[in-house]
């Protein structure tokens, strides 16, 4: 069974770049054809996929990519995504998810960001 | 990006109806390499982060309940929940993975 935990400030201000972790158990990222992403939900809106990591290769959603970055520290099971220049439209709870099947297979519980000055 | 319109927005059902969402992709989700196609259906509770029910448009995932039936190729899907119950009331999404993964909107399924 494979558990994701998200950690994140839960408050920044607008500008400021947000740094999250992702820290999960029952698998690794030394296996392959596995892959984990970041989402994001707004409060009462619908989903959107931010970023994903796939072995050794990255992958972003064009319309943010020059705002994201992710990478991963394999020891310590992880997955990290910095999103710079927040602002309060990035207001969300930012999700991370476990990729076997193609699908999200499994998700964190997520963790609430707001952005606001 | 691949826009995925999903209907209705909200459907309201009483136990043990069987209801049917609706997905429709702008592009074909089939891949012919192996004839799969690259579309998800989850469920959302208030509060709870996504599950994943169905992939590969009619592939349950492990433990979900078999009234929960996926169905559709191509660019047009089907999610049907038989026998309704009041645990199922949540909002469903689609999403394609055939290219940079897109949701549907989502429809509200509420008790009547």
């Known amino acids: 069974q494979v558990t994701l935990k998200e950690s994140g400030p839960g408050m920044l201000q607008p500008s400021q770049t947000l740094s999250l972790t992702c820290t999960f158990s029952?698998?690794?990222?030394?296996?392959?054809?596995?892959?984990l992403s970041w989402l994001r939900q707004p409060s009462g809106k619908g989903l959107e996929w931010l970023a994903s990591?796939?072995?050794?290769?990255?992958y972003y959603n064009p319309s943010l990519r020059s705002r994201l970055t992710i990478s991963k520290e394999t020891s310590k099971n992880q997955v990290l995504l910095k999103f710079t220049s927040m602002e309060p439209a990035d207001t969300a709870t930012y999700y991370c998810a476990y990729t076997v099947v193609g699908a999200f297979d499994y998700w964190g519980q997520g963790v609430m960001v707001t952005v606001s000055s | 990006d691949i826009v995925m319109t999903q209907s209705p927005s909200s459907l309201a059902v009483s136990a043990g109806e069987t209801v049917t969402i609706n997905c429709k992709s702008s592009?074909?989700?089939?891949?012919?390499?192996?004839?799969?196609?690259?579309l998800a259906w989850y469920q959302q509770k208030p509060g709870q982060s996504p599950k994943l029910l169905i992939y590969?448009?009619?592939t349950r995932q492990s433990g979900v309940p078999d009234r929960f039936i996926g169905s559709g190729s191509g660019t047009d899907f089907t999610l049907t929940i038989s026998s309704v119950q009041a645990e199922d009331l949540a909002i469903y999404y689609c999403?394609?993975?055939?290219?940079?993964?897109?949701f549907g909107a989502g429809t509200k399924l509420e008790l009547k």
């Open positions: 029952g698998t690794s990222l030394s296996t392959s054809n596995m892959g």
């Open positions: 999403q394609q993975y055939y290219d940079t993964d897109t």
């Open positions: 990591i796939w072995n050794n290769d990255n």
């Open positions: 590969w448009a009619s």
């Open positions: 592009q074909s989700l089939l891949y012919s390499g192996n004839q799969k196609n690259y």
